[in-house]
């Protein structure tokens, strides 16, 4: 993956095909710690105990069409040679939560790269589940809430192309701001 | 995010009316592959650019969805076209360059944008649209 939000992009997937309702994805990045963490947190069916422990194995999947599954291999891979660490933890019935982090300065981390985009397309495939996506960089704060849209505009989907156009310009804005230097 | 949601409340009441005649109509469906394969093809700027198009060009009866894994991760990005009876178009190794020639030629015009199917991929000639 050439940027990491393609990551998060492929394991919200994940989420979503668990039946998830509520995702949160959130991304922390200090210059001080020299740190990147991506954690996605959702409540979907969750994974049972036997299947967690090789779920980053790229031989181990659930679907039935084949027999690779790369998602979360290649997320643990790219934190992992970052200096990083992966975890997952998954509660059956409950949700799953998975953690990325990388060594912000590492010479081979990708790019976080467009947020927006992803967040979009995220919104997308999510149809009536929600996301919940905060963004700490250097103590600085966006959050963005896709509950609070769906209220305010009375609808239960935001698969509507000026919707969609908003939510984009609104990320992208408000990660300028978090990001602008001091 | 209170003051900028006012003005989505906005741009929103004026479209109300659109929508409605979107989901009235049987127009096309637009399904793009968005697994681990069509993510690390390229499938989100695809998505992004198809979506832009299909604002910028009032395309009320169309919908723009995703899907996993199509099958075929060597020829991702993959679009699906489906229209109003559900015949199929599979459109391969799509860029938002050829999307923005497939919204033109196939989703506006009708015609089929014959290059970009799995016929020429594969090297075969086949049909390019596949009978419901």
């Known amino acids: 993956m050439k940027e990491l939000s393609l990551h998060i992009l492929d394991i919200t997937q994940n989420s979503i095909r668990a039946q998830a309702k509520l995702v949160k994805l959130t991304i922390i990045e200090s210059l001080a710690a020299n740190v990147l963490a991506i954690m996605i947190e959702d409540d979907g069916c969750g994974i049972p105990a036997d299947k967690i422990q090789n779920i980053a194995d790229p031989f181990v999947t659930s679907r039935t069409t084949r027999r690779v599954g790369l998602g979360l291999s290649l997320f643990k891979a790219a934190s992992e040679t970052c200096g990083g660490f992966f975890r997952i933890t998954s509660e059956f019935g409950v949700g799953t939560k998975v953690t990325g982090t990388f060594n912000r300065d590492h010479i081979d981390r990708a790019p976080l790269g467009n947020m927006a985009d992803t967040v979009v397309t995220m919104v997308m495939s999510f149809e009536e589940a929600d996301l919940i996506y905060e963004h700490d960089y250097n103590n600085q704060s966006f959050i963005f809430d896709t509950r609070e849209i769906k209220e305010t505009l009375e609808v239960t989907s935001l698969n509507e192309p000026d919707i969609l156009n908003w939510i984009r310009e609104f990320v992208r804005e408000g990660l300028e701001k978090i990001m602008e230097e001091e | ?132």
């Open chain 2, 1 to 132: 995010m209170a003051k900028s949601l006012a003005e989505l409340k906005a741009i929103r009441e004026k479209k109300l009316n659109e929508i409605n005649l979107r989901h009235g109509k049987n127009g096309y469906r637009v399904v793009v592959g968005m697994a681990t394969c069509g993510i690390a093809a390229g499938a989100r700027p695809v998505m992004v650019k198809l979506m832009e198009e299909v604002a910028a060009k009032n395309l009320v009866d169309v919908t723009v969805a995703q899907t996993g894994c199509i099958g075929s991760c060597r020829l991702e990005p993959i679009v699906e076209v489906y229209g109003a009876n559900n015949d199929k178009v599979t459109y391969v190794h799509m860029t938002p360059e050829k999307i923005v020639k497939v919204v033109d030629q196939h989703l506006i015009g009708g015609k089929i944008v014959d290059e970009f199917t799995m016929t020429i991929v594969d090297g075969k000639i086949v049909d390019p649209e596949i009978k419901a």
